[in-house]
């Protein structure tokens, strides 16, 4: 089993800037892709980005391209999600997901197996 926890949500300006965190725990060496998905009220979740579990490269959605960077800190177990020129229209629930099959970097929520609690990112416009 995977547990993941994710932290940093909060509330900001529109064009300001949060840093989420991914904090796993559990069978990690299992990890292969960890995503980043968002859901706004009385929308569907959707993709935000992926990485590979110990390496740099990630995929990310059209919609904050050029705005959401991942990182991660394997030696802490931790996947970040920095979101710069934040917008009104990224407010939303944001998760974490770990996949522990081949590592592709999944957009499709079914292709995840573990999932955290969510922390809510509020941007005022």
């Known amino acids: 089993q995977v547990q993941l926890a994710e932290s940093g949500g909060g509330l900001v300006q529109a064009g300001g800037s949060l840093r989420l965190s991914c904090a796993a725990s559990?069978?990690?060496?299992?990890?292969?892709?960890i995503g980043w998905f968002r859901q706004a009220p009385g929308k569907e979740r959707e993709f935000v980005g992926a990485?590979?579990?110990?390496?740099?490269?990630?995929s990310y959605s059209e919609s904050v391209r050029g705005r959401f960077t991942i990182s991660g800190d394997y030696a802490e177990n931790t996947v970040y999600l920095q979101m710069n020129s934040l917008k009104a229209e990224d407010t939303a629930v944001y998760y974490c997901?770990?996949?522990?099959?081949?590592?592709?970097?999944?957009?499709?929520?079914?292709?995840?197996?573990?999932w955290g609690q969510g922390t809510q990112a509020t941007v005022s416009s």
């Open positions: 997901a770990a996949a522990v099959g081949p590592t592709v970097l999944h957009i499709r929520s079914s292709d995840y197996e573990f």
């Open positions: 559990g069978r990690t060496n299992s990890i292969k892709v």
């Open positions: 990485i590979g579990w110990l390496g740099s490269m990630a």
